[in-house]
């Protein structure tokens, strides 16, 4: 919208009388409601977060399957980023903290770092100012998790610290979530001691709540910090338990990651065979998914299991693929995985057909 467009319509808002807070709440309660249902299609695997009603007038949407999701929040970006930014009204302090973590399994399948640290300031901001307790422990969570995936660690650190200081005001479930960020952001930071620490607490809390689908997860979790640590039979054994959970949830994009840390704990053990295998399943299941993110991890892990094996063209392949995906995402990792790819020796003849002999 040309500038002098806007001016105008706000104008005639002023001359007319409307009831521009009411708009303002229509919106974003339209962003949030329709984003948590587009989100459902994107990944079913925790069932819908209880959003409550909308304001009056606030228009569903209809989302059949993920490419309609994909399209939907494409299309509603741009707004979004626009409202957080622009819609200061102290009316909508609660409605601005709730919709960022309403984007976030979006932001980050669409690899949008970037955007989600902006986003989940402006809510954090708003939650500070309401002090909520819950509504600080979303958004600073989210917040910390997109920074240390971009390598800004000192700001995460930042972020844990202010989540530690509120997490004593959580029921269990919220603690759980908060504990498990936590274990998530140190494990981004390789500092994997503090990292299953923090997974434990989390596990330990989620054993007293009734949310299967959370559970295996974070099962998951600490087997992952076990075999980063070296204790790979016993990482095996968290991961088996978690696996049934999630197959008769049909939490397919957990049940890969799950199989993604047996397929490392095998590795280690010398399993290289089965741990291809597992690797496999693992990227079959995101494929399906379309979590190409997620995938660019799989496959980084898959071509170490290869080179264990002497298959240095399937390795180079693998991580040539990851760096393309990451690279759509403006990953900084996209580099890395494209390095390891390019370390890799060349067979004989494509050397003897590039030097020209």
């Known amino acids: 919208m040309h500038d002098l467009v806007r001016a105008y319509g706000t104008e005639l808002g002023d001359q007319e009388g409307d009831d521009r807070h009411g708009a303002e709440a229509r919106l974003l309660d339209y962003l949030r409601h329709n984003a948590l249902t587009a989100g459902q299609a994107l990944d079913a695997r925790l069932g819908a977060e209880p959003a409550g009603a909308p304001a009056p007038g606030v228009v569903p949407i209809a989302v ?57 300031r402006f809510g ?39 989540l530690l200081e509120h997490v004593h005001r959580l029921d269990p479930a919220e603690r759980a979530a908060i504990e498990r960020s936590i274990g998530w952001v140190r494990g981004r930071q390789q500092r994997y001691g503090e990292a299953l620490h923090h997974a434990r607490s989390a596990l330990a809390l989620y054993r007293t709540v009734v949310r299967p689908a959370l559970l295996a997860r974070e099962l998951n979790a600490v087997g992952w910090y076990l075999a980063l640590l070296g204790e790979y039979r016993e990482a095996i054994t968290m991961c088996e338990e978690a696996l049934p959970i999630l197959q008769e949830g049909g939490n397919r994009r957990n049940e890969a990651a799950t199989w993604d840390s047996i397929a490392y704990a095998r590795q280690r053990l010398g399993e290289f065979g089965t741990a291809v295998a597992n690797h496999r399943t693992a990227l079959r299941l995101l494929e399906a998914l379309q979590d190409d993110y997620n995938q660019a991890e799989v496959l980084d892990h898959l071509a170490s299991a290869q080179l264990e094996l002497g298959g240095e063209a399937e390795a180079r392949a693998s991580w040539t693929r990851a760096a393309d995906l990451l690279e759509a995402f403006g990953s900084p990792r996209a580099g890395r995985m494209r390095a390891k790819a390019k370390a890799l020796p060349r067979p004989a003849a494509h050397r003897a057909e590039r030097d020209g002999s």
């Open 64 to 120: 059949d399957g993920r490419a309609e999701a994909l399209a939907w929040f494409r299309q509603e970006e741009a707004t979004t980023a626009a409202a957080l930014r622009t819609l200061d009204d102290p009316r909508l302090r609660h409605r601005r903290a709730a919709l960022p973590p309403a984007w976030v399994g979006y932001n980050a399948v669409a690899g949008r770092w970037a955007e989600e640290i902006s986003a989940e």
């Open 124 to 162: 954090l901001d708003a939650a500070l100012l309401l002090d909520d307790p819950v509504a600080i422990a979303r958004t600073g969570a989210n917040l910390a998790r997109a920074l240390a995936e971009t390598g800004q660690s000192s700001e995460a650190d930042e972020q844990v610290e202010l």
